[in-house]
């Protein structure tokens, strides 16, 4: 079985801090993904990863970047926390072949943060 | 442009009643692939079924069936004899073929199965 684990289930920062959200794969799979979930909005995607090191924009990557320097771990990082970050953040990653993306995506199990 | 249209925001229905989620989608790639999640209480979101463009087969596994037409755009996802497991939001999404197209996601409907 597919397993995507996330570093916390809940969080709760400071505006202003540093924040990392860690994601781990343990499949071998290319592709990476963050979203965060907020009612009435669905899921929105932050940032994706296609391979180690790479990183493409998704639909919302204001105040977010990612590090992928393995290919089994994808970290999201908020530079500065602030209050409208306060959100679901669920991680995906699928098998992947070079830069195509039309694979099953396998999710963890989400990290709820919430920005003081 | 891709998008996902689930009209039903919040379905209850009472346990054993037979439940159909709607999924509406636009895309202009000939190739596409749609998907069904469950998200339980719990918050993870758990994958029930993947299906490319050129199988418009009906699938059915257990309880779920999907009802895939292309001449409606539209994967609908209906439960039958509803049990209280099985309330949940649902999401369904779109992929196309071409490269850097990650899943788009319909805003989900909750469905609530009443004891």
């Known amino acids: 079985d597919v397993k995507v684990t996330q570093s916390s289930r809940y969080l709760v920062k400071r505006t202003g801090e540093k924040v990392f959200l860690e994601c781990v794969q343990d499949m071998d799979h290319e592709n990476m993904f963050w979203y965060r979930q907020d009612p009435g909005l669905g899921l929105r995607l932050i940032y994706f990863s296609y391979d180690v090191k790479m990183k493409e924009k998704g639909d919302i990557p204001e105040g977010y970047s990612v590090s992928r320097e393995k290919k089994e771990r994808f970290s999201l990082i908020l530079e500065s926390a602030s209050t409208n970050q306060t959100s679901m953040y669920l991680c995906a990653s699928s098998l992947g072949s070079g830069q195509t993306s039309t694979d099953t995506q396998y999710f963890g199990p989400g990290t709820r943060l919430t920005v003081l | 442009a891709q998008k996902v249209t689930q009209a039903q925001t919040e379905i209850s229905v009472v346990e054993k009643e037979d439940v159909t989620l709607d999924c509406v989608y636009e895309t202009r790639d000939t190739t596409y692939y749609l998907f069904w999640y469950k998200q339980p209480p719990s918050g993870e979101l758990v994958f029930l079924i993947r299906?490319?463009?050129?199988?418009?087969q009906n699938e059915i596994s257990g309880r779920y069936s999907w009802n895939f037409q292309k001449s409606t755009s539209s994967f609908n996802f209906t439960i039958t004899a509803s049990q209280v497991v099985d309330s949940a939001v649902y999401f369904c999404a779109l992929s196309g073929s071409s490269g850097n197209t990650p899943l788009v996601f319909g805003k989900g409907t909750r469905l609530s199965v009443i004891a």
């Open positions: 299906r490319n463009s050129f199988d418009e």
